[in-house]
C-alpha cells in the first residue's frame, strides 16, 4: 500500500481545481495571430483540383526522401494531370524531363505547386504570373502571405500550408476526409474524373 489512505467518498471526490487544471485536456490548436489571410474552403479546393489539367512541379527533387519527389510519384501515377516538373539543377526525374524555370514549359500550367524556401515564394508567385497559371499551391508547411497577395492581385487562386497530394486523395477516395486511410483495399482500378 501506499501509505495513504482515501474513503469511499474521497475516492469519487472531484479533484481540485489545481489538480483538474494539470489534467484538463488541450484545447484548440493555438491560432498564428500573424496570418491574417484565409485561404479558400474545402469545396474551393475540390473545384480547384477538378478543374486543373495541368501541374507544375516547382523545386522538383530526385531525391527519394523529399517530399517534392512523393508528390510528384503520386501526381504522376494516380492522376489524370499533365505533370511537368520545374527545377534548373536537374533534367530528369522519375523518367520525365525537367524544365529550368516556369517559362521553359511547354505549356501554361494550371496549378503551379511550390516546393520552395520561404524567401523564394513571391518571387515563383510572379513567376506563376508570368506564365499564366490559374493557381499558386504552396505545399505544407509554406505560408507567405506576400506571395499570396502578389499572385491574388493578378487574379490567381491561392492555396498555402496544404498539400496536393493529400488534397487530391482526399476528394478522390484515397484518403478519409479527416486525412487518414480509409483502409480499404481493392484490386480494383478506380476511375479518376477530371
Not at 33 to 60: E, M, Y
Not at 78 to 83: E, L, R
Not at 105 to 124: A, C, E, Q, S, T
Request: glycine fraction near 8%.
Amino acid at each position: 500500500m501506499s501509505g495513504i489512505e482515501t474513503t469511499a467518498a474521497d475516492a469519487c471526490a472531484l479533484p481540485n481545481a489545481q489538480d483538474a487544471a494539470a489534467c484538463a485536456l488541450p484545447g484548440p490548436a493555438p491560432v498564428h495571430p500573424d496570418r491574417t489571410w484565409t485561404g479558400p474552403g474545402q469545396q474551393q479546393r475540390f473545384g480547384i483540383l477538378r478543374r486543373a489539367r495541368s501541374v507544375a512541379i516547382v523545386g522538383a527533387s530526385n531525391n527519394p526522401a523529399r517530399a517534392s519527389y512523393f508528390v510528384a510519384t503520386y501526381l504522376l501515377s494516380s492522376t489524370a494531370y499533365d505533370v511537368y516538373l520545374v527545377n534548373p539543377r536537374e533534367s530528369e526525374i522519375l523518367g520525365q524531363p525537367v524544365y529550368a524555370s516556369l517559362a521553359d514549359l511547354p505549356v501554361v500550367p494550371d496549378i503551379v505547386d511550390v516546393f520552395r524556401r520561404h524567401d523564394d515564394l513571391p518571387g515563383v508567385a510572379q513567376e506563376a504570373i508570368e506564365a499564366g497559371a490559374q493557381t499558386l499551391w504552396l505545399q505544407l508547411g509554406s505560408w507567405n502571405e506576400d506571395a499570396a497577395a502578389i499572385a491574388e492581385s493578378a487574379g490567381l487562386s491561392v492555396v498555402m500550408d496544404r498539400c496536393i497530394k493529400i488534397e487530391h486523395a482526399r476528394f478522390h477516395g484515397g484518403l478519409h476526409l479527416a486525412g487518414f486511410d480509409t483502409g480499404v483495399i481493392s484490386s480494383r482500378r478506380q476511375l479518376l474524373a477530371r
